[in-house]
């Protein structure tokens, strides 16, 4: 089993949030891993990275975050080192728990924590990241876009099946609007390719014809 940056890649390519490992504390207040005493380990599986698990002993004020960590071109390294925590009262009662990043110099309150290339874990600030939307094109926002929409409606994830009736229990209002918009995203997402690939729009009629019909 691979420890955290197996199966990395060169970090140049990596500045979005969608490319660092991370660690949510809200993830782990929903399933009540913040209880002090505790010890659990926490598996990641990605494309870029692999398999990935990490060791976390649960203190009162803190975590113990035990891994290892590859570098690019370098040897394995055992991590282990502290993140503190914090809370804050919610509105309705209870308490919201928060990272402190441990990163130097900073100490900002964050929900996530990325891990960096150099293998330490620190926030989205200091690891320089941008969200994922931020670079998207307008062709991939649109791709996005449509496949939470073919997800609301149980459809088949390939684009061009439309061939599907209305999800049961679903108002016929709802389902004409999302597909309504399903059709102008797929129409958009279409136009990106046709653009990137230098392909005349007129040679995906044929592509995007029908797909306005609610069948």
């Known amino acids: 089993m691979g420890g955290f940056g197996s199966g990395r890649r060169n970090q140049i390519g990596k500045d979005t949030t969608n490319d660092c490992r991370a660690l949510d504390v809200r993830h782990l207040q929903r399933r009540d891993l913040l209880r002090p005493g505790l010890s659990f380990s926490l598996e990641w599986t990605s494309k870029r990275q692999g398999l990935a698990t990490i060791i976390v002993q649960v203190e009162t004020d803190k975590?113990?975050?035990?891994?290892?960590?590859?570098?690019?071109?370098?040897?394995?390294?055992?991590?282990?080192?502290?993140?503190?925590?914090s809370r804050t009262s919610c509105n309705y009662g209870g308490q919201r728990a928060w990272f402190t990043c441990p990163a130097n110099g900073c100490g900002r309150r964050v929900a996530k924590l990325f891990l960096s290339g150099s293998g330490s874990f620190a926030c989205r600030h200091c690891n320089q990241l941008a969200y994922s939307s931020q670079r998207e094109t307008v062709s991939d926002r649109a791709l996005r876009l449509t496949r939470s929409i073919r997800e609301k409606l149980g459809w088949e994830p390939s684009l061009l099946d439309q061939n599907v009736p209305k999800p049961?229990?679903?108002?016929?209002?709802?389902?004409?609007?999302?597909?309504?918009?399903h059709d102008v995203l797929i129409m958009d997402y279409l136009d990106g390719v046709a653009k990137r690939l230098g392909v005349m729009n007129k040679q995906l009629t044929g592509l995007t014809d029908g797909l306005c019909d609610d069948g």
């Open 168 to 181: 049961k229990g679903m108002h016929w209002k709802t389902y004409r609007q999302l597909r309504a918009q």
């Open 63 to 85: 975590l113990t975050l035990n891994y290892r960590h590859q570098s690019p071109g370098g040897g394995w390294q055992d991590k282990e080192y502290q993140v503190k925590l």
